[in-house]
Structure formats: structure tokens, C-alpha cells
């Protein structure tokens, strides 16, 4: 952990080209309150009219807002990584790009019974807990719960799911000491005991929301689990879904007030709690406003909510507005808190002083409106600018982010920045390293600190992708924005803050396709598609080669490892390589093997060596590998899959990142797991199985660095011996050699 007088020394130095007096005192680490609005625009707050240039009657008028913006800074191109909730609250808590996991666009569907962050990821929690942190969320969850059984064993899902046991997976399990949270967005978390008919209920209109929304307290209903303390579902009944009619019962109309109620009841422990009030805390507090239905709170501690929302002009905007003004006076409740309550550590000193406060949203408006969205094109569910440019502000007085007067205009900065970013940017500021990826370690793989920014100063370029995109044939499509600003080392390439739109094979199987083109910085509505200028070859041919590098390696791994060669083992006993690959890349060599007896296979790319061992649950020695025309299977038959009790083991004689593992399914299933060394197993899902369209075949991508001689394990075996097991072939391997130590 970082000490008092390595932070003072952080911030000194980059404040010193700033600032006309460096700091002078040591501080503590400081406390940090992460507020996430949900579907909130760039133009859903007053903070940004001089950006989005809304009208007065038209502006919702957001005071606490204003307030943390004079505290501190506001920046005007700052990004949610993808243009939905579950994906975007996935990055901002792993420092990771959201497609790196199974989910490469939309949202978890309903009481999703399988987490999205597997057991052992890194996480904003835990991270901070390792600086020793208090850490405590409220509010909206959103990337996967893991319910028990009835005789505690974890259950597959929501259908075979017992309320009354304690969740075998929770917020408690990603680095949080206490939550209050919603499984999910608060009109589908939990049956609505003020029923659809009811005014605080309102539902805006469209087919099938209002039966969502308004689902009976039933025994088998099948909406979610309402309210979760820790691992406990308040008021579950043993032997039903249904939950009891008690004080706490699940009314939407009550949540902001509730959530806001236990932050700072958490806030209070933690202060006057023997054994944390020396210790700084972590807040992410996840509102449920302003997602759809719009049932704003009454009050929120002493103020006004409902039909408290005003324009700038002071007129009344009706139901969304007013839940908009419900994140802003949760704000202001939180702000006057940390204003009102002296800090432990700091004796003489509001916990104001020494705490970083950040107010950003998920993703982009939900409603398509020009007083929403701003200067922008689209919305929530889009790649383009809508979609994913967002409020953020951040005040830390004692920090030197921004002066701390709310009397005075605060900062702007035009850097560019996203929400994954938040991991690196705690981890310098509490003094931690990241993960080191190439020894094998994993997290914050997209990750760059931003805390130069936050004291003041301008980036540079860096890439950054931002995926789910609607307009496009497979909303797997994203875009990947790279500025370019008096380049020396490539002249040849424009000035320009460029955004390259590719289709969904980049996500899926790291094949670059360009779909659009876009320079942000003399078209910021995105209006003039660049792709065809002939003059832009040279730029196009850049964007596509850091698309490709940085999809297959991460953002931290892409600089060290472009020039690392890219091997693609073809397991198939056919030409056709079941993955796929993207065949103007130069860089990749597909390579071929052969049996090694019955149950080995042994492919060798120059000094690059991959063994392939066929396992059986029952005897090592009795499985023999079937090699098909789409690649390997184990068993006899000339067309066996593998299946439940067989699996594939795989070693190198090099360091390698696993870049993607081709599943083919048929008419089978990607089900089972696989683990890397020592980690935590993931569940094997090939495609989007949480959304509609199933088709079972695709790619397993972003495993991490395998050691030379650690085994990769693929089972078709479900690893907690409910969930799916698979019927799958291994088609092929695309690995990157890493360098050698020392070179």
C-alpha cells in the first residue's frame, strides 16, 4: 500500500507544472465515491449546456450537479466502453473491455443465474481492499448472480433457485465487505408490490413492458429477486418465488430513496466503526435512475423528488425528468454528507476534503431527443456518439482536483477517457501495480490511468473501442477511435480525432472488416462517412492494424507484443479453418500437426511447440483423440465430439497469450469449462448464449497468458455440476509467442 507520503509526492508531481504551490501536507489515501447514473445523456444535466447547447425550457435543471462540476472538473469526452448497462458496469468494475467476455454485445437477461466475472478476476473492490479500503455498493448490479438450491448446492439458474438460501455468488464475492443491491434494472429486479396500475408505477409505453413491470408478488413469479442484502434476498419465503409484503417489500417508487438511505448508512458504520475509522472507504453507488419505468422517489432525505424536476426556465418536465433529478438530489444528499461529517484521519477536515467524488452513467440516453443526447448522433444501443459519451465529473479539493470552491467555475478537460479506466486510475493513486499480464496474471488488461487528467493536464492519443451497435446488421459491430494530433512518427496520417466502425467479425473472431469512418473533430454528429476517401488509404490501413493488434492482445499488451508472431494451429483434418481468421493480416502463420500415438497431438511452428492431450474422466490412458474434417474430438468414432467426462489438455514449450480457441458444436452444445493453470474455471460459452439467436459455434477469446509448461484445460464437464455440459470439437488455436525474459 501506498504510504501517506508517496501520495503526497503522486500528486506534487503532477501538480508542479500546474500548480503555483505544491501541496503541504501528507495526506491519507483518500476516500472514493464512484456515482453511476443509469441511461443518463450528456444533455440530461445542466452541467454540460454550454456543451450540448440545450434550451431553457428544455434543459433539466440539475444544481448538484453544477456544484461538484465547480468543486472540480468536468470532461467533455469521457466514454462508457460499450452502449449497454451489463457490459458497461463489466469494464468499469474489471478494467477490461466487456466482448473480452462471453458477452460481446446486449445484456444479461433476466435473474441471470451464471456471473459474468468469474471467481479470482480483479476487481475494483478488490483492488482497493488490498489498500486496505472499506468497500460497499448500493444499487443496481447487473453482471450475474449465482443462487443456491434448496439443499444449498449452487443452482443453475433462476427456475431451480431457492430464495431462502444465502447467494453462492454476490457483490460479496468480487471484493465488497456489504451491498444493498437489484439483480438488475429495478422494473425487471423484483415483482412490483404497487402493481402496474398504480401511478408510482408509471411504465412508459411499449409491448410487454407493463406485464415486466407489474408482476403479481405471486409464487411463481418470474421477475427476480427484489431487493439483496449481502447474500440474502429480503423477505425471501422458503419453497417460493414469492417474497413477503413487509416494510421492505419491492416498490419502484421507494428505491432512490432506500439506496441513498443505506449509502449513507454505510458510510456511517464505516466512519464510527472501531476497526475502519482509520482506514479510507469505496463507495460505487449504482442508481437504478433514470432506466425505464420512471418511478421517481417521493423524497430523498429532506428534498423533494417527485415533481421536483425543473427545466432551466423552471418549468416542469414531467415523469423522466423527474427521475433524472433523483440521481442529482441523491448527489447533493451524498455531497452534503462528506461536507457535514468531520474525517477521522484528517482532524480539522470535512470528509469532503479527501474524498474523490465521481458522477458519470452507464451509457448514453435511452430515449432518442436532441435534449438528451446533445450535439450527439443516436443513443443508448449505439456505437455512434450517443450511445456512449456521457456526463463525468470529479471533484477531490485536498487532491487538487479542482480548488474545491463551489463559488467559482470549475475545470473542463477535453482528454479522452473511459469508464474502464477507473482501475488504472485507482491503482496509482493508491500506489498499486497492475497485474502483470505477462507473467500470467490477469486483470485491467484495457486499463490506462487517467489521474494526470483528473489534476489537470491533456493525454495523449490512445486507442479506445466502443461496442454494441444497433444500426448494425450483427450488433456485435463496435468503432475504435484514435486521435491524431501533428503525428511525428507517422506524418503521413491527417490530424484528426478518427473513428473506424468495423463489423462484428473483429469481436467474434478478430477479423477486421471496415465499416464506416468518422473525423470527431469536424464532424462530431458523425453526418460524413470517410471510408472511401482514397487519400485516407494510408490512415485506414493504420486504424485496421491497431483494431486487429488490440483486439487480439489488450490495450496493455498490444504495445510489447505487435511484433510478436501469431501462430494459428489448424486442428481440422481439413483445409478450413473452423475460426477463421483475417487473411490480409501477414503477421499470422497457420500451422498443421499430427498424431502422437492415439491420445496426443503435437503441432510445431519454428521453435514453438503445442502438445494436445486427450483426457477422460475415467482413464487418462483409455482416451484416444478423433480427428474430423472441422477439427478434434475424443472417443472412437471417427466423428465424436467431445463430451461430459472427456475433455482436451493443451502445453506449450513458449510463454503464449491465448488469443482465441475455435469451439465447433453442430448440433451439440458449447457447455463446460475450461482453466488456465491455477484460475478460477470459466464456463465454456462459444457465442452470445445470453441472448437469442444461439447458434453453437464461435470462439473462446482473451484466456490470458499460458507458461510454458502450465496446462490449459478444456472439460466438457459443467464445473459446478449444474449447468450445461458440452458437445464440442476444438477446430483451432491462435496463440502470440510472448518474447523470452530479458529481451
Not at 672 to 685: E, K, Q, S
Not at 696 to 715: E, H, I, N, P
Request: glycine residues 10%.
Amino acid at each position: 500500500m501506498v504510504s501517506a507520503l508517496r501520495l503526497m509526492l503522486l500528486i506534487v508531481a503532477a501538480v508542479a507544472a500546474i500548480a503555483p504551490v505544491a501541496l503541504a501536507e501528507e495526506l491519507p489515501l483518500p476516500n472514493i465515491v464512484v456515482m453511476l447514473a443509469d441511461d443518463m445523456g450528456l444533455g440530461d444535466t445542466s452541467a454540460y449546456r454550454d456543451v450540448t447547447g440545450n434550451e431553457p425550457s428544455v434543459q433539466l435543471n440539475t444544481p448538484q450537479m453544477e456544484r461538484l462540476a465547480r468543486l472540480g472538473v468536468r470532461f467533455t469526452d469521457a466514454h462508457t466502453p460499450s452502449s449497454r448497462c451489463t457490459t458497461t458496469r463489466y469494464s468499469l468494475l474489471t478494467g477490461r473491455y466487456s466482448w473480452r467476455s462471453r458477452l460481446k454485445h446486449w445484456v444479461l437477461f433476466g435473474a441471470q443465474g451464471d456471473p459474468l466475472i468469474e471467481r479470482g478476476r480483479p476487481t475494483l473492490a478488490t483492488m482497493l481492499k488490498e489498500a486496505r479500503y472499506g468497500t460497499y455498493m448500493v444499487g443496481k448490479w447487473h453482471v450475474g448472480l449465482r443462487y443456491r438450491q434448496t439443499d444449498g448446492r449452487p443452482a443453475a439458474g433462476w427456475d431451480d433457485a431457492e430464495l431462502a438460501q444465502p447467494l453462492y455468488d454476490s457483490p460479496l464475492d468480487h471484493g465488497f465487505d456489504a451491498c444493498w443491491i437489484t439483480s438488475r434494472s429495478h422494473g425487471t429486479s423484483g415483482p412490483n408490490a404497487e402493481r402496474s396500475s398504480s401511478p408510482d408505477a408509471r411504465e412508459p409505453r411499449g409491448k410487454g413492458k407493463a406485464k415486466a413491470a407489474g408482476a403479481n408478488n405471486s409464487p411463481r413469479q418470474s421477475v427476480g429477486p427484489g431487493h439483496i442484502h449481502g447474500r440474502r434476498v429480503v423477505d425471501a419465503q422458503p419453497g417460493t418465488k414469492q417474497l413477503r409484503e413487509a416494510a421492505n417489500a419491492y416498490r419502484l417508487s421507494e428505491l432512490g430513496a432506500r439506496h441513498s438511505d443505506h449509502a449513507v448508512e454505510m458510510l456511517d458504520r464505516h466512519v464510527a466503526g472501531e476497526s475502519t475509522t482509520e482506514r479510507p472507504f469505496f463507495l460505487y453507488y449504482a442508481s437504478n435512475s433514470n432506466h425505464s419505468p420512471y418511478t421517481p422517489a417521493v423524497r430523498i432525505g429532506d428534498r423533494r423528488v417527485r415533481g421536483g424536476g425543473r427545466s432551466v426556465a423552471g418549468e416542469s418536465l414531467g415523469p423522466r425528468a423527474d427521475f433524472v433529478y433523483e440521481n442529482d438530489v441523491a448527489l447533493g444528499r451524498l455531497l452534503d454528507y462528506l461536507r457535514n461529517t468531520p474525517d477521522p484521519r484528517r482532524p480539522g477536515h470535512a470528509l469532503l476534503d479527501n474524498t474523490l467524488v465521481i458522477f458519470t452513467s452507464d451509457n448514453g440516453a435511452e430515449r432518442l431527443a436532441p435534449a438528451s443526447v446533445g450535439p450527439n448522433r443516436s443513443n443508448k444501443g449505439s456505437a455512434y456518439e450517443g450511445g456512449h459519451r456521457v456526463p463525468f465529473i470529479a471533484a477531490w479539493p485536498a487532491g487538487r482536483v479542482g480548488d474545491g470552491d463551489a463559488e467559482r467555475p470549475g475545470a473542463t478537460n477535453a482528454s479522452l477517457i473511459g469508464l474502464q479506466d477507473l482501475f488504472a486510475t485507482f491503482a496509482e493513486m493508491t500506489g498499486q501495480a497492475l497485474p502483470d499480464l505477462l507473467a500470467g496474471e490477469i486483470g485491467a488488461e484495457d486499463s490506462v490511468s487517467f489521474l494526470k487528467a483528473l489534476l489537470g493536464e491533456q493525454l495523449p492519443p490512445r486507442p479506445m473501442f466502443f461496442n454494441d451497435h444497433r444500426e448494425a446488421e450483427d450488433p456485435a459491430a463496435c468503432a475504435l477511435r484514435f486521435d491524431v494530433e501533428g503525428s511525428k512518427s507517422a506524418p503521413e496520417l491527417p490530424d484528426g480525432k478518427w473513428k473506424l466502425f468495423c463489423d462484428a467479425g473483429l469481436l467474434r473472431r478478430a477479423a477486421v472488416k471496415p465499416l464506416e469512418l468518422y473525423d470527431l473533430d469536424t464532424d462530431s454528429r458523425e453526418a460524413s462517412d470517410r471510408l472511401a476517401a482514397a487519400e485516407l488509404g494510408p490512415l485506414v490501413t493504420r486504424l485496421e492494424d491497431l483494431a486487429w493488434h488490440h483486439r487480439r492482445c489488450g490495450h496493455r499488451l498490444a504495445e510489447q507484443l505487435t511484433a510478436a508472431p501469431v501462430v494459428q494451429f489448424d486442428l481440422a483434418s481439413s483445409a478450413a479453418m473452423a475460426g477463421g481468421t483475417d487473411a490480409r493480416r501477414k503477421a499470422v502463420s497457420i500451422a498443421r500437426g499430427e498424431m502422437q500415438g492415439q491420445h496426443r497431438w503435437r503441432g510445431l511452428a519454428g521453435d514453438l511447440e503445442l502438445e494436445l492431450t486427450a483426457v477422460s474422466r475415467a482413464d487418462k490412458s483409455e482416451a484416444v483423440f478423433a480427428v474430423a474434417a472441422d477439427g478434434l474430438g475424443v472417443g472412437r468414432d471417427p466423428g465424436a465430439t467431445v463430451e461430459s467426462g472427456e475433455g482436451i489438455e493443451l502445453r506449450f514449450n513458449r510463454d503464449v497469450l491465448i488469443e482465441w480457441l475455435a469451439m465447433v458444436a453442430g448440433e451439440g452444445q458449447c457447455g463446460g469449462f475450461c482453466i488456465v493453470g491455477d484460475r478460477a474455471p470459466l464456463a465454456i460459452y462459444c457465442v452470445d448464449a445470453d441472448v437469442d439467436a444461439r447458434d453453437q459455434s464461435g470462439v473462446m477469446s482473451d484466456l490470458g497468458v499460458l507458461k510454458a509448461g502450465q496446462t490449459l484445460r478444456l472439460s466438457a464437464d459443467p464445473h459446478l455440476g449444474v449447468e450445461a455440459s458440452g458437445r464440442w470439437r476444438l477446430g483451432s488455436i491462435s496463440v502470440r509467442v510472448c518474447p523470452a525474459a530479458g529481451k
